[in-house]
C-alpha cells in the first residue's frame, strides 16, 4: 500500500487488519517489516497528520546547493518530490567541516537546499575521540552512523564493523530489523560493492574510475537506477578539512529493500573510503 502523506516514518498499526502488529511506515509507504506490538502503538497514519510539524524551511531555493546538484553533479534540474529521504528523486550529502573531526555529522537536502534530515555518528566513547584525534587507527574500528528524518527521528542506522582491508556495511531499521548489507568487493582498480539483502545480491555500486569519486548504482539485472557524484567542497575544506559532498541521483521510485540500501549507498561509499584516505594521521 502507498500513499502520499507528511506523516513522518516510524512504527503505526497494520493497516492491513493484522491484530497487535506495528507495521514500518518509511515516509512514503508501509514497508514489509513487522513487529509484535507489546507496547503502546504509535497513532494510526490518519491521526499521525496532526502531530507537531518543524518549523518550515526558508522560502526560495539555495543556489549554492542548485550549482553543486547542477554544475557540478550535471544533474538537469527537476521539479519537487515527496518531501522525504525516501521519495526525492535528488540527495544533497555535505559533511559538516571541522577543522578537527572526531565526529562524523553530515546534511541532507534535496536539489533546493531544504533539509530533509541528517546523518549523525553514534556510539562514541571519549576514548575513542580521544583515539582519532591522535592517530589514524580509528578508520578500522566499528562505525555507527545514524540517518535521521527533518524531525530528528532515526529511519536506518548503518553499522560499518571493524575491517583491515574490505569494507562492509550493514542496514538496519531503528528497532534492529535488517535491511540489508554492501559489501566492498575489492581493493585495487574500480572499487565495487555488493548491495545485498535476504541472502541475495539485489544490487551493487560501481566505482566509475580508480579513483572512486563517482559510482554508478545498478540493480540486480545490471540496470542503472541511481547515480552518486563527488563534488567539489572548495579548497579550505579539501587542504584542512575531510569533509566531502555528494549528490545521489535516483533515476525513479525504487522498490524495497533496494530504496533504503540506495539511500545510504553515499554515507557507506564516505564511510568506507574516503574517512579512511584522508587527513593527516
Given at each position: 500500500?502507498?500513499?502520499h502523506?507528511?506523516t513522518p516514518?516510524?512504527?503505526?498499526?497494520?493497516?492491513h487488519?493484522?491484530?497487535?502488529?506495528?507495521?514500518y511506515?518509511?515516509g512514503?509507504?508501509w514497508t514489509d517489516?513487522?513487529?509484535?506490538g507489546?507496547q503502546a502503538?504509535?497513532?494510526?497514519?490518519a491521526?499521525?497528520?496532526?502531530?507537531?510539524?518543524?518549523p518550515?524551511q526558508?522560502?526560495?531555493?539555495?543556489?549554492?546547493?542548485?550549482?553543486q546538484v547542477?554544475q557540478?553533479?550535471?544533474?538537469a534540474?527537476?521539479?519537487p518530490?515527496?518531501?522525504?529521504?525516501f521519495?526525492?528523486?535528488?540527495?544533497?550529502?555535505n559533511?559538516?567541516?571541522k577543522?578537527i573531526?572526531?565526529?562524523?555529522?553530515y546534511?541532507v537536502?534535496d536539489?533546493?537546499?531544504?533539509?530533509?534530515g541528517s546523518v549523525?555518528?553514534?556510539?562514541q566513547?571519549?576514548?575513542?575521540?580521544?583515539?582519532?584525534f591522535?592517530?589514524?587507527i580509528?578508520?578500522?574500528l566499528?562505525h555507527?552512523?545514524?540517518?535521521?528524518?527533518?524531525?530528528?527521528?532515526p529511519?536506518?542506522?548503518?553499522?560499518?564493523?571493524?575491517?583491515?582491508?574490505k569494507?562492509?556495511?550493514v542496514?538496519t531499521?531503528?528497532?534492529g530489523?535488517?535491511?540489508?548489507?554492501?559489501?566492498?568487493?575489492?581493493v585495487?582498480g574500480?572499487?565495487n560493492f555488493?548491495?545485498?539483502?535476504?541472502?541475495?545480491q539485489?544490487?551493487?555500486i560501481?566505482?566509475?574510475?580508480?579513483?572512486a569519486?563517482?559510482f554508478?548504482i545498478?540493480?540486480?539485472?545490471g540496470?542503472e537506477?541511481?547515480?552518486i557524484?563527488?563534488?567539489w567542497?572548495?579548497l579550505?575544506?579539501?587542504?584542512?578539512t575531510?569533509a566531502d559532498?555528494y549528490?545521489l541521483?535516483i533515476?525513479?521510485?525504487l522498490?524495497?529493500?533496494?530504496l533504503?540500501l540506495?539511500?545510504a549507498?553515499?554515507?557507506t561509499?564516505d564511510?568506507?573510503?574516503?574517512?579512511d584516505?584522508r587527513?593527516?594521521g
Amino acid at each position: 500500500m502507498t500513499t502520499h502523506s507528511n506523516t513522518p516514518a516510524g512504527w503505526y498499526p497494520d493497516p492491513h487488519g493484522a491484530a497487535e502488529t506495528l507495521r514500518y511506515w518509511d515516509g512514503t509507504r508501509w514497508t514489509d517489516h513487522t513487529h509484535a506490538g507489546r507496547q503502546a502503538p504509535a497513532q494510526p497514519v490518519a491521526q499521525a497528520q496532526h502531530l507537531p510539524q518543524v518549523p518550515a524551511q526558508p522560502a526560495g531555493p539555495d543556489p549554492r546547493v542548485q550549482q553543486q546538484v547542477q554544475q557540478q553533479a550535471g544533474v538537469a534540474a527537476g521539479g519537487p518530490g515527496g518531501g522525504t529521504l525516501f521519495s526525492e528523486p535528488v540527495l544533497v550529502v555535505n559533511q559538516k567541516a571541522k577543522l578537527i573531526e572526531l565526529t562524523n555529522e553530515y546534511k541532507v537536502m534535496d536539489q533546493q537546499g531544504n533539509q530533509l534530515g541528517s546523518v549523525v555518528q553514534v556510539g562514541q566513547s571519549a576514548l575513542r575521540k580521544v583515539v582519532r584525534f591522535l592517530a589514524s587507527i580509528d578508520q578500522f574500528l566499528t562505525h555507527k552512523l545514524e540517518i535521521r528524518d527533518v524531525h530528528g527521528r532515526p529511519v536506518l542506522l548503518l553499522t560499518r564493523p571493524a575491517k583491515f582491508l574490505k569494507s562492509r556495511v550493514v542496514v538496519t531499521l531503528p528497532d534492529g530489523q535488517p535491511v540489508g548489507e554492501i559489501v566492498q568487493q575489492n581493493v585495487f582498480g574500480k572499487i565495487n560493492f555488493a548491495m545485498n539483502a535476504g541472502g541475495r545480491q539485489v544490487g551493487a555500486i560501481k566505482a566509475e574510475n580508480w579513483r572512486a569519486w563517482n559510482f554508478a548504482i545498478v540493480d540486480h539485472a545490471g540496470n542503472e537506477v541511481a547515480r552518486i557524484t563527488k563534488t567539489w567542497e572548495g579548497l579550505a575544506k579539501t587542504l584542512f578539512t575531510t569533509a566531502d559532498n555528494y549528490v545521489l541521483q535516483i533515476h525513479y521510485q525504487l522498490p524495497e529493500p533496494l530504496l533504503s540500501l540506495t539511500v545510504a549507498t553515499a554515507l557507506t561509499v564516505d564511510t568506507a573510503l574516503k574517512q579512511d584516505s584522508r587527513g593527516f594521521g
